[in-house]
């Protein structure tokens, strides 16, 4: 089963061969929110929990998320497809500090594939460079990434900084990523919070009276 090849390819950080086997997968018309979700979310989970039994390390998890990437590469414009309707324009980031930019494409990409335009900033994002992005794109959403429980309060500082830019009331701020739940949303004042990224699609909607 080809699924169970992007799975494997992942878990062993092998980017080459994902990208093929990705290929393969949507050649045989398998969806492309199947081979992301069943071929290499799955896979990213066990390199997770691999590494939290101490079965993996760092550099281990690095090179899986770089197959990861090469697999998202091939599927992007697909899930960009799947809804033309433009939805809004959302800005994305993982906050200053964090490098872990992964869930924070996948929310991306399955954002784009819900209809909105995405602006995507990177990782390790300062408040200032939010700022400047919300004056320079005006998007209707903001939607801030942290993996890091160090780097939760990035999230605080930019809508701090939103705010005394004046800039809070004319965006949604989402906030979302491993650490982040419900209840640290509510106490920075953010908008709204999702688990993951097809949730942050419906989120994102709901936010804007789209759902
Ligand atoms: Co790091 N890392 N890492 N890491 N890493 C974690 C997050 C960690 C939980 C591992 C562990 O200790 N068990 C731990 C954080 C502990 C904590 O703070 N609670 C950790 C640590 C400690 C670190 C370093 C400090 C390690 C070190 O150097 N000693 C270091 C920090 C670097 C930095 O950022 N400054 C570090 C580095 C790295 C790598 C570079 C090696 C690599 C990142 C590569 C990259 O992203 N380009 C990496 C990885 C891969 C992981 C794990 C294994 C996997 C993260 C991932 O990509 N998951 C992770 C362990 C784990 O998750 N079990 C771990 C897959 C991804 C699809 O899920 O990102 O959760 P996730 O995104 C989900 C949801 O969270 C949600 O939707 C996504 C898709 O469903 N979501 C949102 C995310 N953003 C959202 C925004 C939203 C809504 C939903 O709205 C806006």
Do not use: W
Not at 96 to 108: P, T
């Amino acid at each position: 089963m080809n699924l169970e090849s992007i799975y494997k390819a992942v878990l062993d950080g092998d980017a080459g061969t994902t990208a093929e086997e990705v290929q393969v997968a949507l050649d045989a018309g398998i969806a492309s929110e199947e081979i992301l979700t069943k071929g290499c979310i799955a896979a990213m989970s066990e390199v997770g929990r691999l590494f939290e039994l101490g079965e993996k390390f760092v550099p281990e998890m690095l090179i899986s998320a770089r197959a990861m990437q090469a697999g998202m590469n091939l599927l992007r414009p697909y899930l960009a497809e799947q809804d033309f309707e433009a939805t809004g324009k959302v800005l994305i980031g993982t906050v200053a500090g964090d490098l872990h930019d992964i869930g924070k494409n996948l929310v991306g990409m399955m954002m784009e594939g819900g209809g909105f335009e995405v602006v995507d900033l990177g990782s390790d994002v300062r408040p200032e460079r939010f700022v400047d992005a919300v004056q320079e794109h005006e998007p209707d959403v903001v939607a801030m990434s942290a993996l890091l429980t160090t780097t939760m309060p990035s999230m605080t500082a930019t809508i701090d900084a939103l705010t005394d830019a004046d800039l809070r009331d004319q965006v949604k701020v989402m906030v979302g990523g491993a650490p982040v739940t419900q209840a640290f949303a509510d106490k920075i004042n953010a908008d709204g919070y999702a688990a993951d990224a097809s949730s942050a699609t419906r989120k994102a909607k709901e936010l804007l009276g789209k759902a």
